[in-house]
């Protein structure tokens, strides 16, 4: 049975093609060796364009990554941006007296205090804890090192550049209140402000004074103040001017538990509503549980460094720290 049409005949794959079937698949009948090539004359084939869709560009090739500087393992996540220290002290040393009186209250102590950071210095009695704070808020200059806010060296500074610096950018609260005995509550809080010759921010004064619970006593004065009010006078003084520095001595010494936590609530709440910097120097664990970074100061060095640690923590760390180190077998 034939068929016509477009495939032709169809044909049993072992059926052989006749002799005089040509064309090119067709296969020979005998033996005899195939007769030499024809050669072939090329003719240049005129390309039709194509109106198919072009197939879609290779995607480019990424560029290497960058060598790890230094040979170092590249870390799982980016390191975070690195923000410029608000105050740092650089190798600071600080000498009480001379000859064999000589007391070295820090032995070359340094420290970076970056931008909306709240740190803790923590250390015994003696440690250095106070020099280092006066040191970094340019009341105290010291003996060796230099202290920088911003980057600008103020060990360098005169007393009048260095007092109108501190004014505008540092607040600071002592150990000892310091309150002027003839002005009131409010009269105190102000102070800073009216010397430095800006105008008083009414709504953050009245803020300040509600969260430390002073607002009920604006017109006392400080002889008819408990010394836990008066201490958080200094704090509210402190913050008047929304420095960008607050350096605390024992801001908490004289509280109770109650207004502990609410004024390290406030300052947390500085911390990092306002990117204000603070620098607290504390004996109390509790209250170093609020910072971001602990330092622990012994023998006027940096024995230590916790990063957002508990108060159980903080404890064990001091207890380390003031260990006596064993001595050595003959």
Request: glycine share 8%; with cysteine.
């Amino acid at each position: 049975m034939s068929s016509t049409g477009r495939h032709g005949a169809v044909r049993s794959r072992s059926t052989r093609p006749s002799s005089g079937e040509t064309g090119r698949h067709a296969v020979p009948t005998d033996r005899r060796p195939a007769a030499p090539p024809v050669p072939v004359q090329r003719v240049p084939v005129q390309r039709v364009p194509d109106h198919r869709v072009p197939a879609p560009p290779a995607p480019a090739r990424r560029p290497p990554a960058p060598p790890v500087p230094d040979g170092r393992a590249q870390r799982r996540r980016p390191a975070p941006p690195r923000v410029d220290a608000v105050v740092a002290g650089e190798d600071l040393v600080k000498v009480h007296g001379r000859g064999r009186g000589a007391v070295r209250a820090l032995d070359g102590v340094s420290v970076e205090v970056e931008r909306g950071e709240l740190v803790a210095v923590m250390g015994a009695s003696g440690s250095g804890k106070s020099t280092l704070l006066h040191c970094l808020a340019g009341l105290d200059r010291p003996t060796a090192g230099r202290v920088l806010w911003a980057g600008e060296d103020v060990t360098r500074l005169s007393e009048r550049r260095l007092t109108r610096l501190r004014r505008e950018r540092v607040g600071v609260v002592f150990q000892a209140y310091d309150l002027l005995p003839q002005l009131t509550l409010r009269q105190n809080v102000v102070l800073p402000v009216e010397i430095a010759g800006v105008r008083p921010d009414r709504e953050w004064l009245d803020t300040v004074l509600e969260v430390l619970d002073l607002a009920s006593l604006s017109g006392h004065l400080p002889r008819e103040l408990s010394g836990g009010q008066q201490q958080r006078v200094a704090v509210a003084r402190a913050l008047a001017l929304r420095p960008d520095v607050v350096l605390a001595d024992e801001p908490t010494g004289a509280l109770d538990a109650g207004t502990t936590a609410d004024l390290l609530r406030f300052l947390r709440g500085c911390v990092e509503g306002l990117g204000t910097t603070v620098v607290m120097a504390t004996h109390d664990p509790l209250a170093a549980e609020w910072a971001d970074r602990v330092l622990l100061l012994h023998g006027g060095r940096v024995a230590a460094e916790l990063e957002e640690p508990t108060a159980h923590e903080c404890l064990d760390a001091l207890a380390r720290v003031r260990r006596p180190v064993p001595a050595r077998e003959a």
